[in-house]
């Protein structure tokens, strides 16, 4: 079946880089996205990539795509504190009309 | 432009009522998704509508419905309440169904079943 897994937790020092990373199972997938997630809010999307592509750059955040090993990254540069928040990857299963399946996402910690 | 608006935020329930939660999407959208979000399960897809429609199911009991209205505001039905039901509900909203269609979430109603 289907499946999104990523790591727990990630802890970083503010100005550092971070990176959270994720796997998928469904080879189909067309459009792999990464969703912010603030206490007490819902879901706000911060970027997509499409199958097609290994890397996309949007101001601070690069997403790298590995198709053959099913492996999607999320790199974060120059974290601020304003960063802590939980990070859910997300792929579209079962083609470009698809519902989408969430990771249980990363809760990334900042400290000053 | 308004966000999307989830009502209640917070809803308190007992073990075998029925609870309705209501969604209104941003103006001009027309596609309306379901969530839960538990601690253990995470995030998991219950149903999408499109011009009052359901277009998708994700694997839930019968007892969660849902519908869609000719304004494209969305309530969802859960009955005979049991415990697990206990989550946060979230409704996302997007102009169409495409993948390219990026869906904006409500900030949730927390459901919790006593």
């Known amino acids: 079946g289907e499946d999104v897994e990523q790591s727990l937790f990630l802890s970083v020092r503010e100005g550092d880089s971070s990176v959270i990373n994720c796997t998928y199972t469904?080879?189909?997938?067309?459009?792999l996205y990464w969703y912010k997630q603030e206490p007490g809010a819902g879901l706000q999307l911060l970027t997509y990539?499409?199958?097609?592509?290994d890397m996309k750059q949007d101001q601070r955040l690069t997403v790298l795509l590995n198709k053959k090993d099913k492996h999607l990254s999320l790199r974060i540069a120059d974290t601020q504190t304003g960063d802590s928040a939980i990070y859910f990857c997300a792929e579209r299963y079962g083609g470009s009309q698809g519902n989408l399946i969430f990771g249980k996402g990363t809760k990334l910690s900042v400290k000053p | 432009k308004a966000g999307v608006t989830q009502t209640p935020r917070y809803l308190i329930k007992t073990r075998g009522q029925q609870v309705t939660l209501s969604c209104s999407p941003i103006?001009?959208?027309?596609?309306v998704s379901w969530y839960q979000q538990t601690p253990g399960q995470g995030l998991q897809f219950l149903f999408e509508y499109f011009s009052e429609t359901q277009r998708n199911k994700g694997n839930f009991p019968g007892r969660f419905s849902g519908r869609q209205f000719s304004n494209s505001r969305s309530e969802m039905n859960v009955s005979t309440l049991e415990l697990g039901d206990s989550a946060l509900y979230l409704c996302a909203s997007s102009p169409g169904t495409g993948a390219l269609e990026p869906q904006h979430f409500g900030d949730g109603t927390r459901l919790s079943i006593l």
């Open positions: 103006s001009g959208h027309r596609s």
């Open positions: 469904d080879s189909s997938s067309t459009y």
């Open positions: 990539i499409f199958s097609n592509m």
